[in-house]
């Protein structure tokens, strides 16, 4: 434990012992231990070192680059499913194949609670306001259930990897066990948790403390997932499982096809190793990133890189040029995470955000509550590896935004991306599934459609001339 102290001294953090004389013993002790704990995976040189880089990196990329060469994917690498419905079938029946050979995998990025939605729950739990109440982990059970239950003359078990943090692995992993796993089955479910980044003060040099025995910590960012994945060991039970295909989402979205067959079998197809989901922007001006190559190579580019002129150009068929918005939905090749997982993990930048960090001050033990930004977080980004994969092998499908995706990232009364927009698009789909089934739907009326009776509109020929007049009718299997 001496040589823990030692460590974080000869590295400049001295300020964490200001007071080690006055701790209790058992206090001492348990600074070292998470000290040490945050020392075994990444000494502090090296996270200092991290956090330099990464100003480095945030003022360099801040400043244009008039060199950088933003185009659209070419058609090789980016194609539409809107009005493309023989594709669609045709990706369908390839992606059904692998999941009925047991060779496809979902990982969910659940690490987030929903704060800015009012809950102190882990976001999965969080009910959007449905008539039958149902959280975001039953919607996407549900969805895996049925997919499963599709799957002819097998009995087919998609894996379903959670990547929870340290604040919502507990409460995740109880949640799924009071409901009994949503009616699937316990084994096929694997909770993990991505990493966390110390807390630096604004010039990154010194550590922040929580608290007299600890310092302040946060998630590694939605980039973090690729080094949960090593530290987790979870290509080996890949291997184990026979899995070929990954299907990756993010909590939050209530409408996203879990193992979607269209997406795998587009990549399969295709042949791509890395590919991504993408929605059409609203207009020039909306504030997502967007999927595009800079020189050449595959990336995110976010909207404030891009000049105005850029942003609303238009191709020969008046769309934006620059339109696939990025929405978090990848498919990654399982060869592809086994040959290249080390280096992303070795060589993704970090990222810098300046935030307002409660923070202990070890000298006069005293706590601050800033008004102001005083500390940087770290984080790493998804995206950033999408430049090593060749442009050949990067795929990006561009799917219907009223079909594949409503996030939950605001607070109820915000302009956009609520619960309530949430709910009305999850309801929305399911109502024009019924209509296209030939159900009579009166006007206004929205019904909800189990996930667990249709994943994407199939099996609701039952209600063909069926009427529906009031809302709050919930459809169960």
Same mark, same amino acid.
């Given at each position: 434990?001496?040589?823990?102290?030692?460590?974080?001294?000869?590295?400049?953090?001295?300020?964490?012992?200001?007071?080690?004389?006055?701790?209790?013993?058992?206090?001492?002790?348990?600074?070292?231990?998470?000290?040490?704990?945050?020392?075994?995976?990444?000494?502090?040189?090296?996270?200092?070192?991290?956090?330099?880089?990464?100003?480095?990196?945030?003022?360099?990329?801040?400043?244009?680059?008039?060199?950088?060469?933003?185009?659209?994917?070419?058609?090789?690498?980016?194609?539409?499913?809107?009005?493309?419905?023989? #594709?669609?079938?045709?990706?369908?029946?390839?992606?059904?194949?692998?999941?009925?050979? =047991?060779?496809?995998?979902?990982?969910?990025?659940?690490?987030?609670?929903?704060?800015?939605?009012?809950?102190?729950?882990?976001?999965?739990?969080?009910?959007?306001?449905?008539?039958?109440? /149902?959280?975001?982990?039953?919607?996407?059970?549900?969805? @895996?259930?049925?997919?499963?239950?599709?799957?002819?003359?097998?009995?087919?078990?998609?894996?379903?990897?959670?990547?929870?943090?340290?604040?919502?692995?507990?409460?995740?992993?109880?949640?799924?066990?009071?409901?009994?796993?949503?009616?699937?089955?316990?084994?096929?479910?694997?909770?993990?948790?991505?990493?966390?980044?110390?807390?630096?003060?604004?010039?990154?040099?010194?550590?922040?403390?929580?608290?007299?025995?600890?310092?302040?910590?946060?998630?590694?960012?939605?980039?973090? @997932?690729?080094?949960?994945?090593?530290?987790?060991?979870? *290509?080996?039970?890949?291997?184990?499982?026979?899995?070929?295909?990954?299907?990756?989402?993010?909590?939050? *979205?209530?409408?996203?096809?879990?193992?979607?067959?269209?997406?795998?079998?587009?990549?399969?197809?295709?042949?791509?190793? @890395?590919?991504?989901?993408? &929605?059409?922007?609203?207009?020039?001006?909306?504030? &997502?990133?967007?999927?595009?190559? #800079?020189?050449?190579?595959?990336? &995110?580019?976010?909207?404030?890189?891009?000049?105005?002129?850029?942003?609303?150009?238009?191709?020969?068929?008046?769309?934006?040029?620059?339109?696939?918005?990025?929405?978090?939905?990848?498919?990654? @090749?399982?060869?592809?995470?086994?040959?290249?997982?080390?280096?992303?993990?070795? *060589?993704?930048?970090?990222?810098?955000?300046?935030?307002?960090?409660?923070?202990? *001050?070890?000298?006069?033990?005293?706590?601050?509550?800033?008004?102001?930004?005083?500390?940087? /977080?770290?984080?790493?980004?998804?995206?950033?590896?999408?430049?090593?994969?060749?442009?050949?092998?990067?795929?990006?499908?561009?799917?219907?935004?009223?079909?594949? $995706?409503?996030?939950?990232?605001?607070?109820?009364?915000? #302009?956009?991306?609520?619960?309530?927009?949430?709910?009305?698009?999850?309801?929305?789909? =399911?109502?024009?599934?019924?209509?296209?089934?030939?159900?009579?739907?009166?006007?206004?009326?929205?019904?909800?459609?189990?996930?667990?009776?249709?994943?994407?509109?199939?099996?609701?020929?039952? $209600? /063909?001339?069926?009427?529906?007049?009031?809302?709050?009718?919930?459809?169960?299997?």
């Amino acid at each position: 434990m001496t040589d823990t102290k030692q460590l974080f001294v000869d590295a400049g953090q001295s300020q964490l012992f200001q007071n080690w004389d006055s701790l209790p013993r058992k206090d001492q002790e348990e600074l070292l231990s998470n000290l040490k704990q945050i020392s075994s995976t990444r000494a502090p040189t090296r996270l200092l070192e991290d956090c330099q880089n990464a100003i480095k990196f945030s003022q360099t990329n801040s400043s244009s680059d008039i060199a950088v060469d933003v185009k659209p994917l070419p058609s090789t690498s980016y194609e539409s499913l809107i009005g493309n419905s023989s #594709k669609e079938n045709e990706y369908w029946q390839a992606g059904m194949e692998a999941i009925g050979k =047991g060779e496809v995998a979902v990982i969910l990025m659940a690490g987030g609670q929903g704060t800015r939605l009012g809950s102190s729950q882990p976001k999965g739990c969080y009910d959007i306001g449905l008539p039958s109440k /149902k959280s975001l982990f039953q919607i996407q059970a549900e969805k @895996l259930i049925r997919l499963q239950d599709m799957i002819e003359d097998k009995k087919v078990e998609i894996p379903w990897y959670i990547m929870t943090s340290g604040p919502t692995r507990a409460a995740t992993e109880a949640y799924f066990q009071k409901h009994d796993y949503f009616g699937l089955n316990g084994g096929q479910i694997t909770f993990f948790n991505q990493g966390a980044l110390p807390a630096f003060d604004l010039n990154g040099e010194h550590f922040l403390m929580k608290d007299p025995v600890s310092l302040s910590q946060s998630p590694d960012g939605n980039g973090g @997932l690729y080094r949960a994945i090593k530290e987790n060991r979870l *290509n080996e039970d890949f291997d184990r499982r026979g899995i070929k295909h990954v299907y990756m989402y993010c909590v939050d *979205n209530v409408l996203s096809k879990m193992a979607d067959p269209v997406f795998i079998g587009f990549a399969i197809k295709h042949g791509f190793e @890395l590919a991504t989901k993408a &929605v059409r922007k609203r207009d020039a001006h909306e504030s &997502v990133g967007l999927i595009a190559t #800079k020189n050449n190579k595959p990336c &995110v580019i976010e909207y404030s890189e891009i000049s105005n002129e850029l942003a609303e150009a238009k191709d020969e068929e008046g769309l934006l040029k620059l339109r696939a918005a990025n929405i978090v939905n990848h498919y990654y @090749l399982v060869d592809l995470l086994k040959r290249d997982l080390d280096q992303w993990c070795e *060589n993704m930048p970090y990222h810098i955000a300046k935030k307002k960090i409660p923070a202990y *001050n070890s000298l006069t033990g005293k706590y601050t509550k800033p008004t102001e930004p005083n500390g940087i /977080k770290l984080e790493q980004f998804i995206f950033d590896v999408f430049d090593t994969v060749p442009l050949s092998k990067f795929g990006c499908l561009e799917v219907d935004r009223s079909k594949e $995706f409503s996030p939950l990232k605001n607070g109820s009364g915000s #302009k956009n991306d609520n619960a309530e927009t949430s709910r009305l698009a999850y309801l929305s789909l =399911g109502t024009s599934w019924l209509k296209n089934a030939g159900a009579v739907i009166k006007d206004g009326v929205l019904v909800e459609v189990s996930n667990k009776l249709s994943y994407a509109g199939e099996n609701l020929g039952q $209600f /063909k001339g069926q009427i529906f007049d009031k809302n709050g009718i919930i459809l169960e299997k």
